[in-house]
């Protein structure tokens, strides 16, 4: 490659992250900027004054809402690795009747959209009495269909003849998931985790639907009720609480983005 061809190469790609990131650069620069810079269509702050970020945690109870938005993303993706290993590991090493019909049913879900499955699930949370519970914020995601086929292809690159020669050394099952599968699809795994996270991370409907307490909600409502209650007054502080919900997100995705990649790849070609 050319230098010339080379600058210009760089000098798009230069260009093409600053507009991608430029919503993000710009909500960083306004979370620490008064009501009146904001109203006045500044770039950049005055002074830097972390006053915001202090109003942001006393306008709702912040600290609270990213407590409970961490335990319910960690349990949700505990819960799907543990449920999605499980399953892949049946529908690619056990052999029963009507395996692959199974789970090619069980793929077809990707298919419908949550909106759809919404109504019965509340429903059913609620006759569980799961409202305002971290069961009802937490369990309903556990199965996940996507996780399965992840875990499924990942698992179908190790040799069945390695699982066959367990069986006739007479290793249970559940030591050869545990002691050689599991540990052979590590980035896999990282990688159901990492979107699990996020996914969860992000969540809104959901939690607002099953919740109407404090207690239990998580981050993403209290940034909506701050922005309700501080539109066209401090979006100051509405920013400087977005960056704080934000950076644990995107903390996750700079450190993971090569497992993330590896891992949505790996297995595709089997």
Do not use: C
């Amino acid at each position: 490659m050319s230098i010339t061809r080379k600058w210009t190469t760089y000098s798009l790609l230069i260009a093409a992250t600053l507009v991608l990131m430029f919503p993000i650069l710009y909500a960083f620069s306004i979370s620490f900027m008064s009501g009146a810079e904001v109203l006045e269509g500044k770039i950049w702050p005055s002074s830097f004054s972390f006053e915001n970020y202090r109003a942001a945690f006393e306008k709702v109870p912040l600290l609270h809402y990213l407590i409970n938005s961490f335990a319910v993303s960690i349990f949700v993706m505990a819960g799907q690795l543990l449920v999605s290993s499980l399953a892949a590991f049946a529908f690619v090493f056990i052999k029963f009747k009507g395996r692959d019909a199974i789970f090619f049913l069980f793929i077809s879900t990707m298919m419908i959209p949550w909106e759809a499955t919404m109504v019965p699930n509340f429903l059913t949370a609620q006759k569980l009495g799961w409202i305002n519970n971290y069961l009802g914020l937490t369990i309903p995601f556990f199965a996940l269909a996507f996780g399965t086929f992840l875990l499924r292809q990942q698992f179908k690159t190790i040799p069945n003849e390695l699982y066959e020669a367990s069986q006739v050394a007479g290793i249970s099952r559940f030591r050869f998931f545990w002691n050689v599968v599991l540990p052979v699809s590590k980035t896999s795994l990282v990688t159901l985790g990492v979107y699990s996270f996020l996914t969860t991370w992000n969540m809104y409907l959901w939690p607002l639907l099953v919740t109407n307490t404090e207690d239990v909600r998580t981050v993403q409502i209290g940034l909506k009720q701050m922005q309700t209650q501080e539109i066209s007054t401090d979006w100051g502080v509405v920013m400087a609480a977005v960056v704080v919900v934000i950076l644990p997100t995107l903390l996750l995705l700079f450190l993971g983005q090569k497992r993330l990649q590896k891992g949505l790849t790996q297995g595709a070609i089997k």
